[in-house]
């Protein structure tokens, strides 16, 4: 059986893994408890950065540091 990585569980958490990966990832996962705990968590984590910083991610770009970028790039 394979061993579940994080590289595994980044893919999946994160959707790219395609159809057949996706199934074999998710077969894996339901027979090893502890890649089961692995991934609860990680999850948890990743659900929990979102609520944290998605809200700074669609605040606007402060006038003055679009203003320096602009100078930096001419």
Same mark, same amino acid.
């Given at each position: 059986?394979? +061993? ?15 159809? +057949?990966?996706? /199934? ?10 502890? /890649? ?16 944290l910083y ?15 970028l602009r100078?930096?790039?001419?």
């Amino acid at each position: 059986m394979k +061993r579940v990585t994080m590289t595994d569980i980044n893919a999946y958490l994160d959707g790219a893994l395609d159809e +057949r990966e996706r /199934a074999a990832f998710e077969s894996v996962v339901e027979s090893d408890p502890d /890649a089961k705990a692995l991934l609860a968590q990680h999850r948890q984590h990743v659900e929990e950065l979102h609520r944290l910083y998605d809200p700074v991610l669609k605040e606007e770009v402060p006038p003055r540091m679009l203003e320096l970028l602009r100078k930096r790039k001419g």
